[in-house]
């Protein structure tokens, strides 16, 4: 199995990242990493490597726009997760996400929540959401294309 791991993003992989190419079926549920190259203070972009060549990207967000989602104060929203089309179907979104839980507590100490939102015609992602721990809350968005579920994961403090 190739060695998947996430980081912070750098120049480095900026051209890997602007060459992202998603299905029009998965475009319109997130946005190319080359979308969101520019960022405001208490946003992260983070990068899925595999073998050290991007594979993947997703933001966390601790600003204002968690209160949408949670109440926690020390929560952080996930958004934008992307695996580039020529990469799809190895896993490297479910991989990633396993090892999301131990990035955030290591390089987000203070959060202890990790909420995102996916749309109801996305059942992939809610399938892979689900299979790596994250739970629907319950609660309901409506978004640009259609009702959004709200879904969360708890980081246990070890």
């Known amino acids: 199995m190739e060695k998947v791991e996430l980081k ?19 475009g319109q549920f997130t946005a190319l990493p080359r979308k969101i190259l520019e960022v405001t203070e208490g946003q992260h ?41 020529a990469k799809q179907g190895k896993g490297y979104a ?18 202890d929540e990790i909420v995102l939102v996916v749309n109801h015609k996305n059942v992939p992602a809610q399938r892979l959401y689900s299979r790596v721990g994250f739970e629907d809350t319950g609660k309901r968005k409506i978004g640009p294309i259609g009702e959004q579920f709200v879904m969360n994961l708890l980081l246990q403090n070890t």
């Open 94 to 111: 479910k991989q990633g996400m396993l090892l999301l839980s131990d990035f955030v507590k290591t390089e987000f100490p203070n959060c």
């Open 45 to 85: 972009r983070i990068v899925i490597l595999s073998e050290n060549e991007p594979v993947g990207f997703f933001l966390l967000h601790s600003t204002e726009r968690v209160k949408e989602y949670s109440d926690n104060p020390k929560a952080m929203l996930l958004t934008a997760l992307s695996v580039n089309h």
């Open 8 to 26: 912070h993003f750098s120049n480095e992989y900026l051209d890997v990242l602007n060459s992202f190419e998603l299905p029009e079926e998965q």
